[in-house]
């Protein structure tokens, strides 16, 4: 996928992988910015409710205004395989910190807790439940 451009949509790298798809950074040449993209796993067994639940999600995720959480710009699909673009997040994740450093101080470890206890409440809020809250899906 990478140096392949669907859309308007180049991709320049692979982020990350999930049980709900592959993340992907990408260059918007319309808008002249970067986002990133998730596509739904392309496999053989994904089903209709997998692919609805994914579609599912980027409307839930769409609906939560928090500055805590990631903007979702809009769905789409390419050779059958549906993908959400989103807000690229510039940044590490909390794994990535605490793997190369060891343990935050407890005064940043709950300056993270509060911001992230403030996005789930945005999310509750609108009745979006996460289901995936992880030291590798949180940016910083």
Not at 36 to 46: D, E, Q, R, T, V
Not at 47 to 62: G, L, M, S, T, Y
Not at 75 to 92: A, P, Y
Not at 103 to 128: D, F, R, S
């Amino acid at each position: 996928m990478i140096g392949k451009t669907i859309s308007q949509y180049k991709i320049i790298e692979k982020l990350g992988e999930g049980g709900m798809g592959v993340v992907y950074k990408a260059e918007d040449t319309k808008l002249d910015r970067f986002v990133a993209l998730k596509f739904l796993p392309h496999s053989l067994n994904i089903n209709d409710d997998e692919r609805q639940r994914f579609v599912q999600e980027a409307k839930a995720a769409a609906a939560i205004n928090h500055p805590n959480v990631c903007v979702i710009h809009d769905i789409q699909e390419h050779d059958d395989q549906q993908f959400i673009v989103m807000e690229f997040v510039e940044g590490k994740t909390v794994r990535n910190i605490v793997g190369a450093t060891g343990p935050v101080a407890p005064t940043e470890a709950i300056n993270y807790a509060i911001q992230m206890g403030e996005a789930l409440q945005a999310a509750h809020e609108k009745g979006v439940v996460h289901r995936d809250i992880k030291s590798e899906n949180i940016m910083v």
